[in-house]
């Protein structure tokens, strides 16, 4: 393959252990998640709470927590290997080309600091802005995710802003040194449905404007047919189907994405909502097989008895199930 039909980010066959939360020993949570992002595309990563995606994220970033570890798998960034960077490294990456939005920005910003101070912290750091200049970025980046009175906000507290306007602000901080790749982890989730469809219509400029790999991390079938190209379902740890979101819409071909999109709320009157019986597999305790089987009603003995491989079942279009080629 040639350097430049790579993409801008190659995850492969990725493996991060945590330790259990009794610390009796350690738990596969993610075990061969394989997928590449190219500038200018969006990749939405689905599934239940639980499955790995946001795991898969901070392994990117290089941000897992102390109980975790990446214990095989390479992470490839514009060519470069993440895994053996030092974090003094990582450092210099991240905010600069590497740059995540995190689910809750209460959380990712510090109350103690006003806006202004947290969206010049990296400008300061990566491109030593300062004075005027450093002014007119800060005032020019509230501008570019839809800020009011930009100058009044820079000097006012996390507090003093709704929800919709946080989740932008972090999104200015996120953009603030025109990152290569930006990583958007649940980034809807504690928006309205106005603010939720205003911030992935932001999303959706930023990616053009600045020709971004952009990576969505969601449970939202629903953000993934607005703002993806492909996407990547994930189930215990491992990636199930993937391929365009067109195609994984119109013909999906593992039993577990046929399950989540027949759970979304249709237009017209249901008698119920539908649900997928049972529950995700006990880390600790995976099954010999699929991981989807005690779950799935078209499972058959050999679906107990080996993990399946994937299968190609279209054009880049990918389904790890034994019976994905008669869905």
């Known amino acids: 393959m040639n350097e430049a039909k790579q993409p801008l980010l190659e995850v492969r066959d990725l493996r991060v252990r945590m330790r259990s939360r009794d610390g009796s020993g350690e738990l596969q949570v993610l075990n061969g998640v394989s997928f590449g992002v190219d500038r200018g595309q969006t990749l939405g990563i689905v599934g239940e709470s639980g499955c790995g995606k946001s795991t898969t994220a901070l392994a990117i970033m290089q941000l897992l927590p102390g109980s975790a ?21 990582m450092s210099r990456l991240r905010g600069a080309r590497l740059s995540m939005i995190f689910q809750d920005p209460m959380v990712a910003l510090d109350p103690l ?81 106005t603010a939720q469809a205003q911030f992935l219509d932001l999303l959706a400029r930023l990616r053009d404007a600045h020709r971004l790999a952009l990576i969505v991390v969601t449970h939202d079938f629903g953000v993934t047919a607005r703002l993806c190209d492909v ?50 597999p006990d880390l600790a305790r995976l099954p010999a097989g699929c991981a989807f089987a005690a779950r799935c009603a078209r499972a058959v003995d050999r679906c107990r008895e080996r993990a399946p491989p994937s299968l190609s079942v279209g054009s880049h279009h990918v389904a790890a199930c034994w019976r994905a080629e008669d869905a």
Do not use: W
């Open 231 to 280: 996407v990547l379902v994930m189930y215990a740890g491992t990636v199930v189907e993937c391929g365009p979101v067109r195609e994984i819409f119109d013909n999906p071909r593992h039993p577990y994405t046929q399950a989540l999109l027949a759970a979304i709320p249709q237009r017209e009157r249901q008698a119920r909502l539908k649900t997928i019986e049972g529950q995700p």
């Open 69 to 89: 570890r990446v214990n095989g798998g390479t992470i490839r960034f514009a060519g470069e290997d993440l895994l053996a960077k030092t974090e003094q490294d």
């Open 113 to 193: 600091f006003t806006v202004g101070d947290q969206i010049a912290e990296p400008l300061r750091r990566h491109m030593r802005l300062s004075g005027q200049q450093l002014r007119e970025r800060q005032v020019s980046l509230l501008q570019s995710v839809n800020i009011p009175s930009p100058e009044t906000r820079l000097g006012q507290y996390p507090h003093q802003m709704s929800g919709g306007m946080l989740q932008r602000m972090v999104g200015a901080i996120a953009i603030s040194c025109n990152p290569e790749l930006l990583i958007a982890d649940e980034p809807t989730t504690a928006l309205d449905p």
